[in-house]
């Protein structure tokens, strides 16, 4: 079926395969069969995320388990490190769930670097930390194993990571890396409809959860961990989309976890070339760079909105036009989910012929 | 293609019509088509819920939406309807959200009746109520017309109702009853896979959580209405459940909505004359039973689990063998959902050929 293709940092184009696992017949939730399907995906779900814990369904979005992470931790302060439109909300959704929280801003398209962290976590009080790994809004990849090696020396700090949209385009150590929340959703590079998030938990962050009182049900740490003790989730789960992960575990584990990697840091690696050679600069300044989508600064100053829409019309395909403030000052492509060089190519000669 | 086919009461068959709509290729969720998409859905959707308020779409399961409404909504007290497994939670859930909440319990099975909701508000105290219209896990339906009349009685309590396993197959006049929330979820009577709530939330109800501080981003009900302003949702959306959404409203609006109506309650007519006949009796007391499933109880002591093991080995079909603490003690048959009266006969014989 001929269809507008997706090179937007998510939702991505969703595969024939994909759809198909998402067409299996129902099964109860808490019956054999879901179990059965729950426990199948833990092994190659706990590999992908560097961790020897449970890796968590919840049927939402990441902003989700993002709010749960801070009800469920967060008891002094949290300081949000902030660089893009959804770090910096993750500050302002912390304040709304009634806590105590602190801005660690930098420009967008700029990094949260080590010393920073260091710098305000000495300043005392906090007993949580936000990062967003992947800031998509900006193409910014912050320097995590950097980060978690500063997160080390404040023991009392729990280090919330999410790595929406660059999980399993890259290694991300989380028992390694003392990583204590990391989180994911469905439809960015997983490359799934979104519905889904996925996040696990270390011991010492479940214990701490342990201790609030008011963290409400829906995304309480604790009963993730008590009904997935019996493979299953404290709610209803979205059954398709898992149906759907298994299909896409199989196809990770597949083309093997480290060529996956390679293949996305290749197809990155296409796109800057691409935007080099055409006059482009990239939004994030050299070695901040997102592996999975890339965030191209508009300094041809070209009116991003018509060619889009000659994109679209001509060969339809969509690359996003820059997110909130940053919308006609940048553009990002994506190179997310089941992309090949070939494509990629055809994406790029389909930018080029339509560029004016 | 053979499957085993569900006749619990959710998740239930999910018809190919559906799947095929589920499997619309991925948009953007703040582009234009998906826009087209929610307000395509709105008119529809208003109706069902019998409102002229705006019908919210929660990346969610409805447990979601209903701690939602308590974060949003409950100040001084909730009162909680209490009279099976799903009702009685809500309590848990309002106290886990730190908030004051009393119980308004009636044994399993049993009905919440005007005259207690009247004599419970009657003392005071309480800013909100919540009641199971119809209690999934024992086939109670709670006389919701009468009990509305008694909370207009109480100008101060905002009154929370989910309709998840009744969405639909009766009517439900949100405005004309003064309902304050009407949540319902996408896989009960709806006949869609789970991840999706739907909820409608009215205009003093808005009004109430605009002056509550800490009641988060995800399940914010302000949040919702100012996206929804743009025809839009606060996350990211479960894309595909709702193009599945669509697909579902043309099906209930070619049959008609009071066609559908009839549908539903003759085929519950239907179970019941079977349960009769086999000299069972019900759960539920006579005018409180469901009319979307019906929860037989087992006083001819039968062994339900190796019955519903021998339907399931010879003629692929699944009824549901009791709920928490009722299992063996009754069983449920649903009549939710694409279900006809060849269909459910087709269920009934296989009953009888398999009841020993």
């Not at 449970?54 to 992470?69: C, D, I, K, Q, R």
């Not at 023991?155 to 385009?169: E, H, R, Y």
Request: charged content about 25%; overall charge negative; some cysteine.
């Amino acid at each position: 079926m001929s269809h507008i293709k997706l090179f937007i940092p998510g939702p991505i184009e969703v595969s024939e395969k994909t759809f198909r696992a998402m067409c299996t017949p129902m099964i109860g939730h808490r019956g054999s069969e879901f179990k059965k399907l729950y426990g199948d995906i833990q092994p190659r779900l706990k590999t992908l995320f560097g961790t020897q814990r449970p890796v968590f369904l919840s049927t939402s979005s990441a902003w989700g388990v993002m709010e749960g992470a801070i009800r469920n931790l967060t008891i002094k302060k949290v300081l949000n490190g902030m660089c893009g439109a959804f770090s910096d909300k993750w500050f302002d959704v912390s304040k709304r769930c009634g806590k105590d929280a602190e801005a660690l801003q930098v420009e967008w398209g700029q990094s949260i670097e080590p010393e920073m962290v260091r710098a305000k976590l000495s300043e005392g009080g906090f007993d949580t930390f936000t990062l967003i790994h992947n800031e998509t809004s900006c193409g910014v990849r912050n320097p995590l194993p950097e980060i978690a090696a500063v997160l080390r020396e404040f023991p009392d700090v729990l280090f919330i990571v999410d790595c929406v949209s660059s999980f399993s385009t890259q290694s991300i150590a989380m028992d390694e890396l003392g990583i204590d929340v990391l989180l994911t959703g469905s439809q960015k590079a997983l490359a799934l409809p979104p519905g889904l998030a996925l996040f696990a938990v270390s011991e010492r962050a479940m214990k701490r959860a342990e201790s609030i009182k008011d963290r409400g049900y829906y995304f309480d740490f604790v009963e993730f961990a008590k009904n997935q003790e019996q493979d299953m989730t404290p709610s209803t789960p979205a059954i398709s989309l898992i149906y759907a992960l298994q299909s896409k575990l199989d196809d990770i584990f597949t083309e093997g976890v480290d060529a996956r990697h390679s293949r996305h840091a290749a197809l990155n690696a296409q796109v800057h070339e691409w935007v080099s050679a055409r006059g482009f600069e990239f939004f994030a300044p050299e070695g901040r760079r997102s592996l999975s989508l890339t965030c191209v600064k508009n300094n041809l100053d070209i009116d991003i909105a018509s060619w889009i829409k000659r994109l679209r019309e001509k060969h339809s395909f969509v690359i996003d036009g820059g997110y909130g403030k940053l919308k006609g000052k940048t553009f990002r492509i994506s190179n997310m989910g089941d992309e090949s060089s070939e494509s990629i190519a055809t994406l790029l000669a389909a930018l080029d012929d339509t560029l004016e």
